[in-house]
């Protein structure tokens, strides 16, 4: 199976870190985080994989060139950062056809998480599978309303008394390539991106997109306070 990581972003909230850094190999315990979001693919069983690089690409390239612990690694420029469905739709002709697992190069998981996604133990009939997590501000991110473990849709940074679901999207997917010709449909959004969410919604419409609610040990790493949550939270692992 292969795997999509996305990479290019510049990481503003990050900075002074990201200054001379890409965000993605800002040190997390010792490593690069994108290191981490490595072996948890290799540990899966993934065999290729795309990252999507942009800003000081050449680091990341550097660092890892060709493979890493037996993954084939493929490289593709997003020139501008058009979003995360620009992102996705450049890997389809890597892609090409059967599943795949999408992961933002921010959010640190489990390796169970992966494994459980690569080796597709449920919910086999679906078009595509969402991890969500469970947190206390749903408000500050993409908030997913769900019918028993079916996504009805995804709702953006929603007001803080608007939704009922604690359910987040946590930026790890699996896809078909059904997600490609939805993608070609995406409209830019009013901060001038392609977002994924709404390709997701749009799949959705056909009840075909399932949630996986995972407890772990799941952090997007967006601020420094992230950073030094997921840092508390790896060492006692």
């Known amino acids: 199976m292969k795997a999509v990581v996305l990479g290019a972003g510049k990481g503003v909230r990050l900075r002074p870190l990201t200054n001379g850094t890409p965000k993605v190999m800002i040190k997390l315990g010792g490593k690069p985080i ?6 948890s693919l290799a540990d899966a069983g993934i065999e290729e994989i795309e990252i999507v690089v942009g800003y000081l690409k050449e680091k990341i390239e550097e660092h890892f060139k060709g493979s890493y ?15 995360t469905a620009h992102a996705i ?13 999408v992961m933002n190069g921010d959010v640190v998981v489990e390796k169970e998480l992966i494994k459980g996604l690569a080796h597709r133990d449920e919910f086999d009939l679906s078009d595509a599978i969402v991890v969500g997590r469970e947190v206390n ?16 849709k995804i709702v953006e940074k929603p007001e803080f008394s608007s939704t ?16 490609f010709d939805e993608i070609g449909k995406v409209k830019i959004s009013k901060r001038g991106e392609y977002e994924i969410v709404d390709a997701i919604n749009a799949l959705a419409k056909d009840g075909k997109v399932m949630v996986k609610v995972y407890g772990g040990f799941c952090i997007d790493i967006g601020d420094e306070d992230d950073l030094k949550s997921a840092e508390e939270l790896i060492k006692g692992k």
């Open 34 to 39: 994108l290191e981490r979001i490595l072996d």
């Open 69 to 83: 612990r037996g993954i084939h690694i493929n490289y593709l420029w997003q020139e501008k950062q058009l979003g």
């Open 89 to 101: 739709g450049l890997a389809k002709e890597f892609i090409g056809e059967g599943d795949f697992i």
């Open 137 to 152: 501000d749903p408000w500050r991110y993409g908030v997913m309303e769900l019918s028993e473990e079916r996504l009805e």
């Open 164 to 179: 009922s679901s604690k359910i987040i999207n946590a930026g790890i997917y699996r896809f078909n390539e059904k997600i």
